[in-house]
């Protein structure tokens, strides 16, 4: 891809950068990891009716699952949260820095990591300045949570480690 055509007196930029990636199986373990697997469903520390590895679309009291339904859903919900990386980052990145974005965003959700510093700076080229900004997202209902910060210093960690 060119980085601009020039035709006559017009001047086309060119698209932004389109990542394309996939969710290794590194980021899968750090997703479920942190989610843990729940067959009953739960609230989590917010009150979101919860199922399986995190799931919460159209989670009701009461409702249960197999593990084979809980792994159904942690594949759609880990892809809707993978399109949505590739989708907002026009930065290049490493498969690493893809597979915390996308643990990162399957947690936050879509709109957080839209609207969030991380994003702008990544896709600004500051890679180190975005690492930093994972652990500001560490409280739920406005209170700092123990878990998730230790989920963001691990999302950090992998999004900074070196991927060839």
């Known amino acids: 891809?060119?980085?601009a055509l020039y035709c006559g007196y017009n001047y086309f930029p060119?698209?932004?950068k389109?990542?394309?990636l996939k969710l290794s199986g590194k980021g899968l373990k750090l997703i479920?990891?942190?989610e843990g697997l729940r067959l009953n469903a739960y609230?989590?520390?917010i009150g979101l009716w919860t199922i399986g590895y995190g799931h919460t679309k159209g989670v009701r009291q009461g409702d249960y699952c197999t593990k084979t339904?809980?792994?159904e859903w942690i594949a759609q919900d880990a892809q809707t949260a993978?399109?949505?990386v590739n989708r907002l980052v026009t930065e290049v990145i490493s498969q690493n820095e893809f597979d915390a974005l996308t643990a990162f965003t399957y947690n936050v959700g879509q709109r957080n990591l839209e609207n969030s510093t991380l994003l702008k700076l990544l896709n600004s080229g500051d890679h180190a300045g975005a690492a930093d900004q994972f652990k500001r997202f560490d409280k739920a209902g406005g209170v700092h949570v123990p878990g998730l910060l230790r989920r963001r210093n691990a999302e950090?960690?992998?999004f900074r480690s070196a991927q060839p």
Request: glycine content about 0%; hydrophobic content about 30%.
């Open 18 to 20: 389109m990542n394309h």
């Open 43 to 45: 609230q989590d520390s």
């Open 69 to 71: 339904q809980a792994e």
């Open 82 to 84: 993978s399109s949505a």
């Open 32 to 34: 479920e990891e942190f």
């Open 1 to 3: 891809m060119h980085d």
């Open 156 to 158: 950090a960690d992998l």
């Open 14 to 16: 060119s698209e932004k």
